[in-house]
């Protein structure tokens, strides 16, 4: 049985976006974002009476929540967003927005909400001569993005694996990816955004924020690099450029990816893997990590990501992308293997392989023959390895033979280039994690629904038992990751740390983010389950 990290993993918290406006040089043919030149459509009012608004409705990542808007609109510029939400406002209409759809929990599907705005359809990607940085639409995925920025101009931006996963939520929450430790998170390389917001009068407006020191609007730019989606106005735009990028040469002002990948799938299989194989193998991989996870290693060019699946996976595997250009490329990956795998009797099975950068930067074209279209996940970031006592809470969990189908604790690599930023630099204030943790189930059937939560809630809260059930910020843990939104953490029946679930995801970053919910949207319009507070 295979396990998806794309179903319990996949995506971000897809609910924010950005807006168009500058003239933009467009890509190369090859890369061409969608409507260079041409006149948006005008945007579709989808009633239910339509037979388009099942498939607009139904499209989130989690099937667990489904929208029950009055109706989507479909938008297409910053122009019929800031039409839209003046008339919401004078209507008193709540309103969501929508676009990768890859949200885990119901901050977009969710009842309370009268409008469903969709920006899926804003995908152009261009070069910007005027800002001298690339423009994203938000409701371009991943996978969009780092095609058209490869194939253009040999560049792109360090974000996750998942294809199909919006741009929108994605980085606005902090993205990471296989290329974060040699460069950083998405954020580190956000220049700018382009946002529709709503003044205290109810009139939407457009802005373009930046940070540039002068900007009037840098602190707008610095709550979108890591704030979360759905807290500030709808972003239609991203602006990507590096610090430090000179010139106006667009071929230099991102990160270029190696132009091949070693990639390994390094399986254990479960037959044989007793609690002591178990618990070798998870603290292997954790000193391997505390050892080569310093801003200055070879190894930052290596990404994996150690799945610790459920029993009935019948494996457990360990995931591997590497820059395959680097001297002794394949005796690194090989030293890095045995490493994980030594004292272990279980034995060590990858499956190896060098390839394009482009075709192995994502996890393409992967089915789940299961049909697991529900799911919850959690996640924390790990600054030490797990102690004696958790690694056997998440054996005893995952071995649980009341509890099997697909899930997993997830222990992906982190460090390097990411802890090299200060924690107030951008909104993102965990700068020295040695792993991102997350924790996910899926399943197909609503009758199975309480039995998978409660599984992964026991095991979160178990696992963080020390500290009140949540990875409390200490020398061990700091805190949860925005883009894996948990209404767990603001639940006193699950948090009991006595911490607050802002500071939970924000640690001293929160008031910060506060005064900017403030000054940008005063009437707190855009608003969700975890979504910024205004202050008090």
């Excluded at 938000?138 to 199909?164: F, I, K, S």
């Excluded at 990404?303 to 005796?331: M, V």
């Amino acid at each position: 049985m295979d396990v998806s990290r794309r179903r319990i993993l996949g995506g971000a918290a897809a609910v924010g976006v950005t807006a168009a406006g500058l003239t933009a040089q467009a890509a190369p043919a090859a890369a061409a974002g969608r409507r260079s030149g041409r006149a948006a459509p005008a945007g579709a009012v989808v009633r239910p009476d339509d037979p388009r608004y099942a498939e607009l409705v139904t499209r989130g990542y989690n099937r667990r929540f489904t929208a029950s808007p009055e109706f989507v609109q479909m938008v297409y510029s910053a122009a019929q967003i800031e039409e839209a939400l003046t008339s919401a406002v004078r209507a008193k209409k709540r309103v969501t927005v929508r676009s990768g759809g890859h949200c885990f929990e119901g901050l977009v599907d969710d009842p309370r909400f009268q409008v469903l705005l969709d920006i899926s359809q804003m995908k152009e990607i261009a070069y910007d001569p005027k800002l001298n940085a690339f423009s994203v639409e938000a409701g371009a995925t991943v996978y969009e993005m780092y095609r058209a920025l490869y194939l253009g101009w040999g560049v792109t931006v360090p974000g996750g694996v998942c294809p199909d996963v919006g741009v929108g939520g994605h980085v606005m929450g902090g993205g990471y990816g296989p290329l974060s430790r040699q460069y950083g998170l998405t954020v580190d390389h956000l220049y700018g955004v382009e946002i529709v917001v709503v003044g205290k009068d109810g009139r939407a407006r457009t802005l373009v924020a930046t940070r540039e020191a002068n900007d009037p609007h840098r602190e707008l730019w610095w709550a979108h690099t890591g704030g979360g989606g759905g807290n500030f106005g709808i972003v239609t735009k991203y602006f990507f450029r590096s610090p430090g990028a000179t010139g106006n040469d667009p071929t230099k002002l991102l990160p270029r990816p190696p132009a091949k990948l070693l990639c390994s799938w390094v399986n254990w299989s479960w037959e044989g893997m007793t609690e002591a194989n178990f618990t070798r193998l998870v603290k292997n991989h954790a000193a391997w990590h505390q050892a080569n996870s310093g801003a200055d290693s070879v190894y930052a060019g290596l990404h994996s990501s150690l799945h610790l699946n459920r029993k009935a996976a019948q494996s457990i595997f360990l995931e591997i992308r590497l820059d395959a250009t680097l001297p002794n490329a394949r005796k690194l990956l090989d030293d890095y293997i045995a490493a994980v795998s030594e004292g272990v009797s279980v034995p060590a099975v990858p499956s190896t392989w060098e390839g394009l950068w482009l075709e192995n930067s994502v996890d393409l074209g992967w089915v789940d023959p299961t049909g697991s279209d529900r799911g919850r996940n959690k996640g924390a970031h790990m600054r030490k390895p797990f102690n004696d006592a958790q690694i056997k809470t998440i054996y005893q969990a995952v071995t649980d033979p009341g509890n099997q189908g697909q899930g997993k604790v997830y222990i992906a690599a982190y460090g390097c280039a990411i802890n090299t930023v200060r924690p107030d630099a951008t909104a993102v204030a965990q700068r020295d994690s040695l792993f991102k943790i997350a924790l996910g189930a899926a399943w197909a059937d609503p009758k199975e629904d309480a039995q998978h939560v409660g599984w992964l809630q026991r095991l979160f809260r178990d696992l963080y038992a020390e500290t009140g059930g949540m990875p409390v910020s200490n020398a061990s843990q700091d805190g949860g990751y925005i883009n894996y939104p948990d209404p767990d953490f603001k639940d006193p029946a699950w948090n009991t740390s006595g911490v607050p679930w802002s500071t939970l995801y924000y640690k001293g970053n929160y008031p910060r983010l506060q005064r900017v919910k403030a000054a940008y949207d005063p009437r707190n319009f855009f608003e969700h389950q975890l979504s910024i507070e205004p202050p008090a």
